[in-house]
């Protein structure tokens, strides 16, 4: 049995983001402002930051496993890195990457997460079911209405989820969250 190193992990996330951005699922798309919706980068950081630890806690609730580190009520030491909304790197999107337990069967995992996610309304993207010998668990990406991606990789050894909310253009998200 082949066990997953730290740095395939980061490298796999790192590489899932990266499809899911090439596919279409970025956060800039799905929103264009129109009847009164705030458009790309038009809604606050504390809306923006709300929702994302809503999708997170959202996905550990339905995994299926347990995520120690998580805490919802934990808001403190987030510092989005810039995205672009506009022009290149003119926003900020908040951003983790969470571990949490195994899971005994990933492939049930990914289809009860997509189920989930769907009824939600969010676009499934791509889906990884054989992601090579070195590692044990598949992945599923998916976007919200609002342009947040989310990842969920469940494995019989260890699981992650991964979120990267929508891209704001308010300055107060660039201060680290208290």
């Known amino acids: 049995m082949t066990k997953t190193t730290y740095k395939h992990k980061v490298w796999l996330v790192l590489v899932m983001m990266g499809c ?20 790309p ?7 923006v930051f709300i929702d994302f630890l809503d999708a ?8 299926g496993t347990d995520w120690p580190a998580w805490d ?16 290149r790197d003119d926003g900020r999107a908040y951003q983790t990457q969470i571990e949490g337990g195994p ?3 990933p492939r049930a995992a990914v289809e009860r997460m997509r189920t989930h996610w769907e009824s939600k309304g969010y676009k499934i993207g791509n889906v990884f ?7 044990t668990g598949i992945e599923i990406g998916a976007s919200t209405p ?8 469940p494995s019989k050894h260890t699981s992650f989820i991964n979120v990267q909310s929508e891209c704001t253009l308010d300055p107060s998200a660039k201060k680290v969250t208290a």
């Open 72 to 87: 919802r009520n934990h808001t403190a030491g987030f510092f989005p890195p810039p995205c672009s909304v506009q022009s």
């Open 20 to 39: 899911l951005v090439a596919s279409g699922c970025n956060g800039n798309s799905a929103i264009n402002g129109q009847g009164g919706t705030p458009g």
């Open 56 to 63: 997170i806690d959202d996905t550990v609730q339905h995994s």
């Open 41 to 47: 980068g038009q809604r606050s950081a504390e809306e």
């Open 103 to 105: 899971v005994d069967d």
């Open 129 to 135: 079911d054989n992601m090579g010998a070195n590692t």
């Open 146 to 153: 609002r342009g947040m991606i989310l990842i969920f990789t």
